[in-house]
């Protein structure tokens, strides 16, 4: 057996926030029928969610000590600190993983990730399966990623110096640029019609032919996740990436991102309400976390995208934890977060 068989395929899960990367990730694991899978969890901003979420997923066989959650910075900021420590602890474990995948924040770029691979720690022992980018079709329909002309000749005008035109439009192309794979998910939101030009401009975008699958509650086949073999580490090239020229450094400056500490609530739809009007008001890009809802053994979980929201009662509360509730947000450069936190908090308070 050659040494390059022998390598842990690892597969990268990317994708814009709110895409629902950790919703085809549990229904990953939901189907992993024994095999040894690792999960490295990478979030922007302080407070890990998605890991949590894994955590108590119920699956049997996934074990606590196989989800390993990062939650300071993007992974494409943080490689030499954050990222190949763990991939080296977990490649020298007694019981390594047959596998390893890697959600990546929604802000994070896959090509300095897929460099990383490169690195003499784990060049011989690890290869980049596939890239999946898991794309969001109503916000792709809505027009999120889209340059707005006016927009950009303002900034134009006010600053001739600027390299780039839209944030999101750019990381949203980075992911799509690096993938083997795009999941186009939500597909039970659109008419066949919208998806069909969804799937047109994601073709059009794509710097190479890509397969695209279409999904609802990122329920994909774990043969077509997993078993790629696009050994994508050594296809760099193929790869294009809007910061290339920056040689793998990369600050998230135009985004930001902060928690607000929420109180018990009264009912679920209050909640979701002011949620839904907060995220509008203020043009929230994503929002998540947990909550508390008075009478209610369980805690509530939380996930929106824009003012699209969904919840579900996840786990019991226990007996001595604090009752109230943390929300991420997340949003461009400039969210008025004093505002936002009044919002959540002081009007949803009990």
């Known amino acids: 057996m050659t040494a390059a068989k022998t390598r842990v395929p690892v597969t990268i899960i990317t994708g814009f926030l709110g895409a629902g990367k950790t919703t085809l990730l549990r229904h990953l694991l939901n189907r992993a029928q024994g095999h040894r899978i690792a999960v490295v969890v990478n979030e922007f901003g302080s407070l890990g969610i998605d890991g949590e979420i894994l955590r108590g997923c119920g699956v049997e066989g996934c074990r606590e000590e196989d989800i390993v959650e990062l939650t300071n910075g993007c992974l ?3 490689v030499a600190d954050d990222f190949l420590p763990t991939m080296e602890a977990l490649l020298d474990r007694a019981d390594p993983p047959e596998h390893v995948v890697i959600e990546t924040s929604g802000l ?7 460099k990383a691979f490169g690195w003499p720690t784990v060049r011989n022992r690890m290869t980049v399966d596939g890239v999946v980018a898991v794309v969001d079709a109503p916000a792709v329909a809505a027009g999120r990623f889209a340059d707005d002309p006016q927009a950009v000749e303002a900034q134009r005008a006010e600053d001739p110096s600027l390299d780039h035109d839209n944030p999101l439009a750019e ?14 998910n939500k ?10 030009a969804v799937e047109k401009e994601i073709r059009e ?13 990122g329920k994909v086949d774990p043969a077509v996740l997993l078993g790629i073999g696009a050994a994508a580490e050594g296809d760099l090239a193929a790869r294009p990436s809007h ?15 902060f928690v607000v500490v929420v109180p018990e609530q009264q009912t679920v739809d209050q909640f979701l309400t002011i949620l839904q ?6 043009d929230v890009l994503r929002m998540k976390g947990f909550a508390t809802v008075s009478k209610k053994p369980m805690r509530l979980a939380v996930q929106g995208v824009g003012s699209r929201f969904r919840h579900e009662f996840d786990r019991p509360v226990g007996p001595t934890e604090e009752r ?18 009044k919002a959540l908090a002081g009007q949803l308070a009990a």
């Open 277 to 282: 009007d907060t995220a509008r008001r203020f």
């Open 187 to 196: 597909t039970d939101l659109l008419d066949a019609a919208q998806l069909d």
């Open 108 to 114: 994070a770029l896959p090509k300095p990730l897929l």
């Open 205 to 217: 975008h794509a710097p190479r032919p890509v397969q695209i699958v279409r999904a609802s509650e």
């Open 171 to 184: 990381v949203f192309e980075d992911q799509i640029n690096a993938a083997d794979l795009v999941v186009l």
């Open 243 to 257: 910061h290339d020229a920056e040689d793998g450094e990369h600050e998230h400056d135009d985004f930001e991102s």
């Open 324 to 341: 109230s509730g943390r929300i991420v947000v997340i949003g461009q450069k400039g969210l008025d977060a004093t505002a936002i936190a």
């Open 76 to 78: 494409c900021c943080t």
